[in-house]
């Protein structure tokens, strides 16, 4: 049985968003399982989402992710049932919560208790899915004139995937969603993790193997070594900002995780020299358990291992700018 493979839609980086959505579009005819698109301060996903929908036939589209803050939860069952009905049926609800520095000081909104915010923004989402009239009551929304949308939804169930990271948060994922979008999990624990998780899906009477896990970090395909030290240098400054400058959700994570000496040597360091010494100070251990870059061959053994640990969907970046490269590195990951 062939890999799911999802791919991280990026085109404000080297590539143009044309070139972007021609990867796409190959992407696509290859057949792997989703293209995922972000948001954070810059351009909005649901845009991105559109094309893709427009230039794909078959491949799934999916936020990774949108915070649960910035639009209300009818806002979110809008935009998502919307593209829904233009892809016919292919749109992943990927969501989380971001973290306080974005929701209060870019949207300027209350970071409100992610726990409740999460289950009742899905709560939400999945009664408008449903067509059913919208009658709420809960601790944060209180919403009883009995709206619905004003289209039949192309599907009453959308998937919907959550990105949550504390223990509590994410047993939540496995009784209310349909995956998880894991971060910060080395992989040397993620069958602990992936194991722990399916057991608490089992509780909520559903059964993991209709339950998505998406493995951590990353896969990178870089089959040169100037490729390769470009996408340790960019995996060593993201882990960096995460450490140094995302508050202290992500912090705790990774001190959960076994990492809080080096999470406090990457703040240390930013204080003192910026991003780039806190990059530096990542350790070369550590990005390789958050993550993983190398040749073709050696990433096709990365993802064996993270199925082996239990996880069903991979997530992979691609440095190949060689369209018949790109499609067949791609072909050689799904397996």
Not at 240 to 249: I, K, L, N, P, Q
């Amino acid at each position: 049985m062939s890999r799911r493979i999802g791919m991280g839609f990026d085109w404000q980086g080297s590539m143009d968003r044309e070139t972007s959505l021609k990867r796409a579009q190959i992407a696509d005819e290859v057949g792997i399982d989703s293209l995922w698109v972000a948001e954070a301060w810059g351009q909005d996903a649901f845009t991105t989402l559109v094309q893709l929908a427009e230039r794909t036939s078959n491949v799934q589209v999916a936020t990774g992710i949108v915070n649960i803050y910035s639009r209300t939860p009818a806002a979110l069952a809008q935009h998502f049932a919307t593209i829904d009905e233009l892809s016919e049926g292919r749109v992943i609800v990927g969501l989380g919560n971001s973290g306080p520095q974005v929701i209060e000081h870019f949207h300027g909104v209350p970071f409100q208790p992610a726990f409740k915010r999460m289950r009742e923004t899905v709560e939400i989402m999945k009664i408008l899915f449903s067509g059913e009239r919208l009658n709420y009551d809960g601790d944060l929304f209180k919403l009883q004139r009995g709206f619905t949308l004003r289209f039949d939804t192309y599907r009453k169930q959308l998937p919907i995937y959550l990105a949550t990271l504390n223990p509590r948060s994410v047993q939540m994922t496995a009784e209310i969603s349909d995956g998880w979008l894991p971060i910060m999990i080395p992989m040397d624990r993620l069958k602990e993790e992936i194991d722990q998780v399916n057991d608490w899906v089992r509780e909520a009477g559903k059964d993991p193997a209709d339950f998505t896990i998406r493995a951590p970090g990353g896969v990178t395909v870089a089959n040169s070594p100037e490729a390769q030290a470009r996408a340790r240098a960019g995996q060593a400054g993201t882990l960096a900002f995460y450490c140094a400058r995302m508050g202290e959700f992500y912090y705790r994570q990774l001190s959960r995780q076994g990492y809080e000496d080096e999470a406090n040597a990457a703040r240390l360091a930013w204080k003192e020299g910026g991003g780039g010494a806190a990059a530096e100070s990542i350790p070369g251990e550590m990005l390789e358990q958050f993550g993983f870059v190398g040749t073709t061959e050696e990433c096709v053994e990365r993802l064996e291992q993270e199925q082996a640990a239990g996880a069903l969907l991979h997530n992979v970046n691609v440095m190949e700018s060689d369209p018949n490269e790109f499609a067949k590195i791609l072909e050689a990951l799904k397996g």
